[in-house]
Each structure stands twice: as C-alpha cells, then as structure tokens.
C-alpha cells in the first residue's frame, strides 16, 4: 500500500499543479458569424506554456488569437487565450481536442460539436443568382515590362556615356586648338612659346636649338611641301633654292642665307655642344620668326580650286573623325556585351543565362508570384507558383454511390510538362481509405494521357507538421499529342487520408528540368494536410 500511495504521488500532485479547460460560447451560428472558443490553464508560474497555434481548428477556420490573459496568485499563473472561430459552409462540425503543452507535458481539450445553419433569405425582396462561372483572365505582362523597362534604362545609360565620351563635341584642350591652327599661326605661336620658354636660363641650349628648328621645318613642310623634318640642312637648303629658281617660293637668296645659317649653329648645338652666347640664340629665334614670316608671304596665292580640295578634305577628315568614333563606341559597346556574357555564362552556366535571356516557362513558375491556400475539404495547405483552379469532375455512377464530396484544383495553362493537382474526397460511409486503389486509377489516368513504360516506387511521406501518408512516385515516356515529340517525365502521388475521407496530391514534370525539380521541392516543404473532417 505504501508502494501503492508513493507510485500515485507524483501524478496526482502534477494533476493537481496544472488544470487546462477549455469552453465555447455558442454551439450553433449562421454562415461566416465567429465563435468564442477560451482556453483556460491555470499551472505554477514558473511552467512554460504553449498554446495551439495556426490552423489546428479545422473544420473551422481560425480566424484570428483574439487576446490572451494573464493572472498571478502568489506562485500560481491563470493564462487564457481567446479564439475567434468560423465556417462558411453549413452542417454539423466537430472541433478537435487542442494540445496545449506544459513544460512539453501534453494537455488536451475536450472536443465540441458545432452547427452552422444557412442564412435565410427571402427571395421576394433578394433575387437569387447562379453562380457566376469561372473567368479566365489574359496573361499579366507586368513583369515582362518591367523587364523591358529595366533594358531600356540599362541601355540609355549606356548610350548615354557611350555619347557623352565618344560622340559628343567635347570643348577643344589648348594643345587641339593649337593643333587646329593654320600652319603659319601654328608656328608664330610656338615661337613666341619659345621666347618665354626658361631653356636659355637653364643653360639647355640644345633643347632650344632643337624646338626652333623642328618649329621652322614642321611649318615649311606643311605651307611650302617639302620634306623638311627628314633633310639635312644642305638638303633643304638645296630644296628650297630649287623651289626660288622654279618660281614656286617668290624668297629671298640673302633670307635663305641667313636660314641657313641658323641651321648649321643649330647643327653645331645638337651635335657637337657648340654654346652660343644668349643674345645669339635670341636673335635666331628673332631671325626665324622673320624667315617664317616671308616664306608666307613669298607663297603664291592659293587658287579656288585648291581652297576647295582644302574644304573637302577637311570635311572628309571630319566624317572619318565621326565614323572612327562610331566605330570605337559600337566596339566598346559589342566588348562590354560580350565580357558580360561570357562572364555570365562561365558564373552561372549556359542554361541559366539562356533561360534568363529567352525564358523558360518552369523558371518563370520558380521565379514568379507564390502562392499561398488551402484546397478542397478536408484541406490540403500548399504553397503553388501559380494559384489552383476548382475543376469541375463529373464522377463515374459506381463512384457517385459511394463519394459524398469530392473536390479537384489544379494550376492553370503552363508552357511546358508541369502540373500540380489536389484532390479532396470524402465517402458516405467513414470507411478505411484504400491508397492502392486509388493510386491505381490515377496510373490508369496518366497512361490515359499517353505516358508509357512506367516505373513505380512507394516510399512514406511526412508533412511539415508530421502527418504520414503514402508517397508513390518515378518516371516514364510521354509523347505530346499535338507536337508529337516524346519526353521523359516524372512523377509523384501523395497520399493522406482517414476514415471516410482521402486527399492527395499529384505532381508531374518533365525529367531532367532542374527550375521543375525546385518547384517541387520547395512546394513538398510547405505542404500539410487537416486530417479530422
């Protein structure tokens, strides 16, 4: 007896430190009005406390924890929290017993009956309505233009600086002023340059020398043609002397003299460290700037037709200017696409850039606007790329006889092998369901619709919240009626279900689509299934 006494000790002193009630307000409401369901624990206030979370009132809806309460006596807690409950179709439900954990000890709640009545209307003053069909609506190209937006931008960007660098008149630096100079100014300026230069002051006289006859010969070059830059000082005296004997330089033989001179000093400097005195070197410069003076204006006029070849050929240099550019914008521009994607490529892959590029209706799924529900009685939660459409099935007359209610949803038109199906059944009689029958039909479905060679495979399957069901799954040949071309597909059937009711899931994609065998990942992970109907 003492044994007896020390055995029960233990769970009548717990029993006693924690009592859990649970009450309703109403036992019977109209379509869519709320239920007060209170769940009431009163524990040692140390105890931790969890209440039931989520959509653990089905057939009811939870609509919302409308408060929670908390009372403290001495070392004792009251905690109640208040349920706001509803349905939108009519009958006679059952609420489950609710689990309420205390310090992981599991409580639970009595079950309650509850009928929901239709509302009553009167149809002389409110018509009655069919209800309205199903609508398909257009495809929404919302992201397809934000997409083409985001081109658009990326594109103007580039064209933007592609212009601002490339194409654009950019204001002219000093240098390309100078260098647009006729030859004449061109050269007056750089030897009034000279003049202010710091060479004779450094002592760098052949930096000088070298800058006064490289300044002289650019320009009898470029005014008077003739290849002065590669001639040696005979050699260009001789040039020029020929050029005065022929008529074409009305110049001077005392100024050629005087150039020539200049030329040999210089000559002396460069090759031989000859050091002029400073008044010398000035008056060189002085003398050039004469000689660049008369060769000027010893030059014959030039005739309009030579004006006009000049014209020209500074238009023609222009548009070769402007196609250069072009050309230069349009190469960087193909570079910068090309090291893109081939940077593209070899990060992400071949397939994913040219998915991301052309598309790819499975990606598109992954990609897109996920969606949320719950499917059919009892129901099935799923999260779906697309939201699924009640079918309208009309059942076999052997099956009639024996199903009360059966609901399908399956997602809408998709380019390509995927599809996603759930199906809620529930039976006249509460009967044990037989999956093998059942995943038999739905075998019999698929090889209905052309799917061949077919290998089976059955496996347990858990939902999130831990609800068992049969997982029939594996591949097989498909050849599309309309295009006649053959695919591998795979496929999967999930199967819950309890006494008098069925619900399942039906998946199938086609083999080998890596954006499909995500979709089916990420789906599997947020399914779960009510099974108390």
Not at 231 to 255: F, P, R, Y
């Amino acid at each position: 007896m003492i044994l007896l006494c020390l055995l029960l000790l233990p769970s009548h002193g717990f029993s006693q430190a924690s009592k859990v009630t649970a009450v309703i307000d109403t036992t019977g409401i109209k379509i869519g009005e709320q239920i007060e369901y209170t769940i009431t624990v009163e524990t040692d206030s140390l105890n931790v406390v969890h209440f039931p979370e989520g959509q653990t009132f089905s057939p009811l809806e939870s609509v919302e924890a409308i408060m929670q309460d908390t009372v403290k006596i001495n070392n004792r807690v009251i905690l109640q929290q208040i349920y706001a409950l509803t349905q939108f179709d009519s009958g006679s439900y059952t609420i489950p017993p609710q689990r309420i954990a205390i310090n992981e000890q599991p409580f639970f709640t009595d079950s309650f009956n509850i009928k929901v009545a239709d509302v009553v209307v009167d149809t002389t003053k409110q018509k009655m309505y069919d209800i309205k069909p199903l609508i398909e609506v257009d495809k929404s190209y919302a992201k397809i233009w934000m997409i083409l937006l985001w081109v658009f931008l990326a594109l103007l960007i580039v064209g933007g600086l592609v212009y601002w660098f490339f194409l654009r008149k950019k204001p002219l630096t000093e240098e390309e002023k100078e260098a647009l100079l006729p030859p004449y100014d061109r050269a007056l300026l750089e030897l009034k340059k000279l003049e202010n230069s710091r060479y004779l002051i450094q002592d760098e006289y052949k930096k000088y020398y070298s800058e006064l006859t490289d300044i002289v010969r650019s320009y009898l070059e470029e005014d008077v043609h003739v290849t002065a830059l590669e001639s040696t000082t005979a050699q260009l005296i001789s040039k020029l002397e020929m050029l005065k004997d022929a008529g074409q330089l009305d110049l001077e033989h005392e100024t050629i003299v005087q150039f020539q001179k200049i030329l040999q000093t210089a000559d002396l400097v460069k090759f031989a460290k000859s050091r002029p005195s400073t008044s010398v070197a000035e008056e060189d410069r002085k003398m050039v700037e004469q000689i660049v003076v008369k060769t000027h204006d010893a030059l014959p006029e030039p005739t309009e037709e030579e004006l006009m070849l000049t014209e020209e050929y500074q238009l023609e240099l222009a548009k070769k200017k402007q196609r250069y550019r072009i050309i230069l914008a349009a190469a960087i521009f193909a570079g910068l696409v090309v090291i893109g994607g081939v940077s593209s490529v070899l990060y992400f892959g071949f397939k994913e850039v040219k998915d991301t590029v052309f598309g790819h209706p499975t990606k598109d799924l992954l990609e897109g606007e996920w969606v949320a529900s719950s499917y059919g009685y009892p129901p099935i939660e799923i999260e779906t790329p697309q939201v699924l459409i009640r079918q309208e099935v009309e059942l076999p007359k052997e099956a009639a006889e024996v199903i009360k209610s059966h609901q399908t949803f399956m997602n809408g038109k998709v380019d390509g092998l995927f599809s996603v199906s759930t199906n809620s059944t529930t039976y006249k009689e509460a009967v044990d369901p037989n999956f093998e029958a059942v995943v038999e039909a739905n075998l019999a479905q698929f090889e209905s619709m052309g799917v061949r060679n077919m290998l089976t495979k059955t496996d347990e399957f858990n939902t999130k919240s831990g609800v068992a069901g049969l997982k029939t799954y594996g591949s097989g040949s498909f050849e599309n009626p309309v295009t006649k071309k053959s695919a591998k597909i795979e496929y999967m059937i999930l199967c819950f279900g309890g006494k008098g009711f069925v619900q399942q899931v039906i998946i199938y994609h086609e083999r080998g689509d890596a954006y499909a065998e995500q979709i089916v990942k990420r789906m599997l992970e947020t399914l779960d299934v009510k099974t108390q109907v």
